[in-house]
C-alpha cells in the first residue's frame, strides 16, 4: 500500500512537471513568433529586397512545412520517439534565427538565401505538428484536457500578442534613432532565444509511451477515399479554394502598408495587435454560439464575414477606417477557424487524427503557396503599383465569394464540442494569424458517434 503510495505521489509529480514545462513551452513558443515570425516580411523591406520578395517570403516558404512532415513517420520510426523528433525539429527551428540575426547586423541578405532559412523555419517548425499532438496527447489526463488546453491557448497567445507589440515598440523607436539593423538583431535574437527555452522546456517533459501503439499511420489511399466519402473531403475542398483565395492578398498586406501608405513600425504592429486582439477575445463568444446554433452554422458566419475583408482596404485607406477592417477580420477568422476544425477533426478517430492532420496541413499550405503565386503574378503583371494592390485585394474577395457554393455540399452537422486549444504559428494582418489544432483537446470519440446527421438532412 505504501509503495502504491509513493508511486501515486512520483506520478502526480512528474505530472505536474510536466504540465508545467509544456505551460512554458506554449509561452516561449508564443514569443517566437510575436519577436519573429511576424517581422520577418518586414526585413525583408528593410535590406531592400523589394515588394514581391518581402510577399513571396511570407508564403512560399510554407510549402517546405508541408512537405517536411511528410518525413516525420519514418523519422519517428528511426528514432523510436516522438519527443526525440520534436526535441531535434525545434532546436533546428530555434537555429534559423543565427543567420537572420546575422543579416540583419549586416544589413543585408539575398532573396534566395533568405527564402531558404526561412524555409527551414517553417520545415521544422510544422514537422513537429503532428509529432507533438500525439505525444502531448499521452501526457494529459483526458479529464482536465479541454481546461488545460484552453488555459494554454490563451497564454500562448499572450505571448504572441506581447511579442509583436513590444516588437513593433522597439523597432519604431530605434528606427527613428537609424538603428532598424539593430532593432531587427534584438528581435530575431530574442525570438531564438524564445524557441531554445521552449526546446528546454520539451526536453524536460516525459514521454510515457515513445511509440503508442493505438496511432497508426494510415496509408494514403485509404485518407483520400476517407475523406471523399465523408464530410471531411468537402470541407477540405472548400478550405483550399478560400486558402487559395486569402493568400492572393495576404502576403501583400505588409509590402502595401510599409511601402505604399508609408506606415510607421508601430502603426503596422497597431493593425497586427487589433485584428489578433479581436480574434482571441471572440473566440470565447463564437464557442457559445456554436453550442446553440452548431458548427455548421458557425462556418456559415465565419464565410460570410471573410468574404469582404480585403475588398475594406479598396474602399478606404485611412488608418481608423483599417483598424475597424481589421476588428471584422479577428471576429470572423475566429468563427470561421473555430467551425471549420470541429467540424473537421471532431469526426475523426482519435488514434486517426494525426495522420488526418498531416493531410491538412500538407493541403492547408499547398493552398497558400498556390494562392500567393497567384497573386504575385497579377501584381508583377499590375507592376507593383498601388492600383495593382487594390485590383488584388478585391479580387481576393471575390475569390472568397465564388468559394462559398462549396459550404453546400457540406451536410449540416452537430459535434459535442465548443472550443479547442491551438497553436498560433503565425500572425498575418490579412487573417489575423494562422493557427492549428491541439488535438488532444478534442474529445476521444468516433465520427459515428461524434459527427451525426441532423434528421431529415
Known amino acids: 500500500m505504501n509503495a502504491q503510495l509513493e508511486n501515486g505521489i512520483v506520478q502526480g509529480r512528474r505530472l505536474r512537471g510536466d504540465l508545467s514545462a509544456s505551460m512554458i513551452d506554449g509561452a516561449a513558443f508564443g514569443g517566437m513568433v510575436g519577436f519573429g515570425e511576424t517581422y520577418i516580411a518586414a526585413f525583408a523591406l528593410a535590406v531592400g529586397l523589394g515588394e514581391m520578395s ?53 544589413g543585408s541578405i539575398d532573396a534566395v538565401t533568405l527564402l531558404l ?45 506581447a511579442g509583436f507589440l513590444i516588437g513593433g515598440v522597439l523597432l519604431q523607436s530605434l528606427t527613428a534613432l537609424e538603428l532598424g539593423s539593430v532593432a531587427f538583431a534584438i528581435l530575431f535574437g530574442v525570438a531564438g532565444v524564445c524557441r531554445l527555452v521552449s526546446t528546454w522546456m520539451l526536453i524536460k517533459q516525459s514521454e510515457p509511451v515513445p511509440l503508442p501503439p493505438g ?29 487559395a483565395a486569402v493568400q492572393m492578398s495576404g502576403p501583400f498586406f505588409t509590402p502595401f502598408m510599409l511601402t505604399k501608405l508609408e506606415f510607421s513600425y508601430g502603426e503596422l504592429s497597431g493593425l497586427f495587435s487589433i485584428a489578433f486582439l479581436a480574434k482571441v477575445v471572440s473566440l470565447s463568444f463564437w464557442g457559445r454560439v456554436a453550442n446553440k446554433l452548431g458548427a455548421k452554422t458557425l462556418l456559415w458566419i465565419g464565410s460570410l464575414g471573410i468574404v469582404p475583408i480585403s475588398v475594406l482596404w479598396v474602399v478606404s485607406q485611412h488608418y481608423a477606417w483599417l483598424a475597424a477592417a481589421q476588428t471584422l477580420s479577428g471576429v470572423f477568422w475566429a468563427s ?53 494592390y487594390l485590383i488584388l485585394f478585391a479580387l481576393s474577395s471575390l475569390g472568397r465569394l465564388f468559394a462559398l457554393p462549396l459550404l453546400l455540399r457540406v451536410p449540416h452537422l452537430i459535434v459535442d464540442s465548443d472550443e479547442m486549444g491551438v497553436r498560433t504559428v503565425a500572425v498575418r494582418p490579412g487573417s489575423a494569424s494562422l493557427d492549428t489544432p491541439v488535438l488532444a483537446s478534442l474529445p476521444d470519440q468516433t465520427g459515428d458517434e461524434t459527427v451525426r446527421h441532423e434528421k431529415g438532412q
Open 215 to 243: 496511432m497508426r499511420a494510415i496509408p494514403w489511399k485509404r485518407v483520400f477515399h476517407h475523406l471523399r466519402a465523408s464530410s471531411g473531403g468537402k470541407l477540405l475542398v472548400y478550405l483550399f479554394a478560400v486558402q
Open 336 to 388: 470561421y477557424e473555430l467551425a471549420f476544425f470541429l467540424l473537421f477533426f471532431e469526426s475523426i478517430a482519435e488514434e486517426e487524427r494525426t495522420s488526418v492532420l498531416t493531410i491538412y496541413n500538407l493541403l492547408n499550405t499547398a493552398a497558400w503557396v498556390s494562392g500567393s503565386l497567384l497573386g504575385g503574378a497579377l501584381l508583377y503583371h499590375y507592376e507593383m503599383s498601388f492600383n495593382g
Open 54 to 106: 518581402a510577399g513571396m517570403v511570407s508564403s512560399l516558404p510554407l510549402i517546405a512545412g508541408g512537405l517536411m512532415q511528410l518525413t516525420s513517420p519514418t523519422a519517428i520510426r528511426v528514432l523510436k520517439s516522438h519527443k526525440r523528433w520534436v526535441v531535434l525539429c525545434a532546436f533546428l527551428q530555434a537555429s534559423t534565427f543565427i543567420p537572420l540575426l546575422i543579416a540583419a547586423l549586416l
Open 117 to 161: 532559412v526561412v524555409s527551414i523555419y517553417w520545415g521544422t517548425g510544422l514537422a513537429t505538428g503532428p509529432a507533438w499532438n500525439t505525444w502531448i496527447g499521452t501526457i494529459v489526463p483526458r479529464p482536465i484536457r479541454a481546461r488545460y488546453f484552453a488555459h494554454r491557448t490563451r497564454v500562448s497567445q499572450a505571448c504572441v500578442f
